[in-house]
Antibody
Framework: QVQLQESGPGLVKPSETLSLTCTISGVSITNYHWSWIRQPAGKGLEWIGRIYTSGRTNYNLSLKSRVTMSEDTSTNQFSLRLTSVTAADTAVYYC??????????????????WGRGTLVSVSS | DIQMTQSPSSLSASVGDRVTITCRASQSITRYLNWYQQKPGRAPKLLIYASSFLQSGVPSRFSGSGSGTDFTLTISSLQPEDFATYYCQESDNDTFGGGTKVEMK
């Protein structure tokens, strides 16, 4: 059974860096693409970024200057770093398995498996 | 950027009702349009991918249709476990709609 589990600090100070890890069990990280998605309390979903099986990354343009994603195949984990956080970054952060393919026009995919989510609050 | 507009933002329905939720894109979607269900305190769950393909394990009362800019999610006979919020998502830019909350009448 494939499972995803987010982990990391639940509280981050303004202007500091948010760091989260997603631990994958039941499947090799190298077999799929993976994404981070967040949801502020009472609001909708926002895609943050994706790491492809190639190790290449793609980020939401609105967050691109502050986001870095990486993977560690030896531990079957991938990570999110978001710098210079503000209160607007307070949200539940989800990691998700990203099933998709490339063709001449780009990438088509969907998120078929999600972690339970972890709440990150930005506050001094 | 593509904007995804869902309507209605909320609706009240009874068990057994047929429910239709609409998702409209600000420009034609060339790649996948997907639908998710989210219950309070839970992660979203994939229902439909590529506009009309039912995810494994999802009841057949859920169906999706549409192309271009207009897409619909239909629940043919609403069940008690279907009261939730539903989101569409396009994979050109991975933008989600604002959600439709289905509440009990």
């Amino acid at each position: 059974q494939v499972q995803l589990q987010e982990s990391g600090p639940g509280l981050v100070k303004p202007s500091e860096t948010l760091s989260l890890t997603c631990t994958i069990s039941g499947v090799s990280i190298t077999n799929y693409h993976w994404s981070w998605i967040r949801q502020p309390a009472g609001k909708g979903l926002e895609w943050i970024g994706r790491i492809y099986t190639s190790g290449r990354t793609n980020y939401n343009l609105s967050l691109k200057s502050r986001v870095t994603m990486s993977e560690d195949t030896s531990t079957n984990q991938f990570s999110l770093r978001l710098t210079s956080v503000t209160a607007a970054d307070t949200a539940v952060y989800y990691c998700a398995r990203d099933v998709g393919y490339f063709d001449n026009s780009g990438y088509s995919g969907y998120f078929d498996l999600w972690g339970r989510g972890t709440l990150v609050s930005v506050s001094s | 950027d593509i904007q995804m507009t869902q309507s209605p933002s909320s609706l009240s329905a009874s068990v057994g009702d047929r429910v239709t939720i609409t998702c409209r894109a600000s420009q034609s979607i060339t790649r996948y349009l997907n639908w998710y269900q989210q219950k309070p305190g839970r992660a979203p769950k994939l229902l439909i991918y590529a506009s009309s393909f039912l995810q494994s394990g999802v009841p057949s009362r859920f169906s999706g249709s549409g192309s271009g800019t207009d897409f619909t999610l239909t629940i043919s006979s609403l069940q008690p476990e279907d009261f939730a919020t539903y989101y569409c998502q396009e994979s050109d830019n991975d933008t989600f709609g604002g959600g439709t909350k289905v509440e009990m009448k």
